[in-house]
Structures are given as C-alpha cells and as structure tokens.
C-alpha cells in the first residue's frame, strides 16, 4: 500500500514557475515507477510525465515537453514537477500516481493516486 500526498499547487502568472510535490508512505516508494497526470474542468485526466523506479528515464507529453521537469529522490520518498513557462492551458488538478509495471500514459495502470492539487495559472 503506497498513500500519496501533492503539495505545492497554487495560483501564478502565465509565464511564471511553480514546483510540485508528492510525498509517498511506506518503504517500497523505490519500487514504483512514478507519475504526473491533470485534470482540468470538463476534461479527462491526461498524462503530464512520468519517472521510472530509479529516475534514470523520464517521459513527458508533448504539451509540456522542455518546459516541465519530473524528477524524484528516492530517499526522500518523494517525486517533483518543477513547472516552468507556465500557459493558461496548465491550469487544472494536478495528481501525482504510482505503478508497479511500466505503462506510463495508461492512468488505468497506475494503482495509487494523491489527492490532487490544484495550479491555477493566470493572465
């Protein structure tokens, strides 16, 4: 059992920077391959990025490809997204999720989610 906790989430300018966290429970954090996905009113959940068990591979979505950062430390039992060049569009709740098999956009493959947070970027 991993429980998941996002902090970090709040209201910036477009342009500006905001980081995230998600801190995990229990000792097996090293186990998991990790991940970012949002969800913004009226839409589905999508995937943000995702860092593998030992944060040698990262993905990311084209939307936020060279302007978001996933990063994770291992024995911290936490992971990151650092938000840079933040757009309008990036407004939404962000959820940190953990999977045990690498499936990385596939959000139904992910067994533990936080509880979301939420960044709200402005004109």
């Known amino acids: 059992q991993v429980q998941l906790v996002e902090s970090g989430g709040g209201l910036v300018q477009a342009g500006g920077s905001l980081s995230l966290s998600c801190a995990a429970s229990?000792?097996?954090?090293?186990?998991?391959?990790m991940a970012w996905f949002r969800q913004a009113p009226g839409k589905e959940r999508e995937f943000v990025a995702t860092?593998?068990?030992?944060?040698?591979?990262?993905y990311y979505a084209d939307s936020v490809k060279g302007r978001f950062t996933i990063s994770r430390d291992n024995p911290k039992n936490t992971v990151y997204l650092q938000m840079n060049s933040l757009k309008l569009e990036d407004t939404a709740v962000y959820y940190c999720a953990a999977q045990r098999y690498y499936s990385p956009t596939n959000y139904a493959a992910y067994a533990y989610w936080g509880q979301g947070t939420q960044v709200t970027v402005s004109s």
């Open positions: 229990g000792r097996t954090f090293s186990s998991y391959h």
């Open positions: 860092i593998t068990r030992s944060g040698d591979t990262t």
